[in-house]
């Protein structure tokens, strides 16, 4: 089972103050508000180790859940620009950094929201024609996603043609998909959110790409922590939260 989307301490975990340890000492040490597009300026790749679930948001019974993340992403990108507008914070991301010559971020908590804002950018680079400008920042010099799931080969794979199409109809009938990819759980969910996408956004895409790249007033952001900055190990990240109540529908965005 993954992180995201498992449980936190109850009030009788003796791991509670742990818990709260890292999220009193997080609001100040080293936390960066970061643009998902911007991210991808401060990491090589980002990477959703083996350790987690598959992506879930994108699941046909959770569409109360796509839903309302959709829509609060809709409206943070159709606000009207002025000095007092605030962006959309979907708070903390936590992971680290593989032990690689390339700065590789392995996401330990974060990874339904990041795999959204992905599938969000891919759909309206493409309808807003700028597939190039998606490439040069989300695909390497060798032509693979600088956004990966190490879960299972096909969704590596599937990734990696992410630079090419979108619709999931126009997914499933091009030469590059595998139809074994219709058995990954993960896939599936990313075409089943990309037209939740569709339905969203479809005919108010303009100029909204370019909203998502914006970094000095930003209007989609996250708070960006490296776990060992914490001088913590991501075995015991793990600890803390394979334990106790539910997340809620807001703590699984």
Known sequence: ?????????????????????????????????????????????????????????????????RTLFLRSLFHALNQQDSLLRQPLDLDFVYGNYENSESKVFSVLDGQQRLTTLFLL????????????????????????????????????????????????????????????????????????????????????ENELFEKLLVIDKPFITFQFLDLHSFGLSDELYIKINARGKPLTLFDNF
């Open 121 to 204: 950018h891919w759909y309206l680079a493409a309808t807003n024609d700028r597939l190039e400008d998606f490439r040069a920042q989300f695909v390497s010099k060798d032509g693979q996603s600088r956004f990966t799931y190490k879960t299972r080969p096909s969704t590596t794979e599937f990734f990696n043609n992410s630079n090419k199409v979108f619709i999931s109809k126009q997914i499933i009938d091009c030469q590059w998909f595998y139809l074994s990819w219709k058995q990954d759980p993960t896939v599936q969910a990313c075409l089943c959110m990309l037209d939740a996408i569709q339905d969203m956004f479809f005919g108010r």
């Open 1 to 65: 089972l993954g992180i995201e989307g498992q449980s936190r301490p109850s009030a009788s975990d003796d791991t509670q103050p742990l818990w709260h340890f890292l999220w009193g000492r997080s609001a100040y040490m080293n936390g960066r508000s970061l643009t998902f597009y911007n991210l991808f300026n401060q990491v090589d790749s980002v990477e959703i180790p083996i350790l987690q679930r598959d992506y879930a948001q994108g699941r046909s019974e959770e569409e109360e859940v």
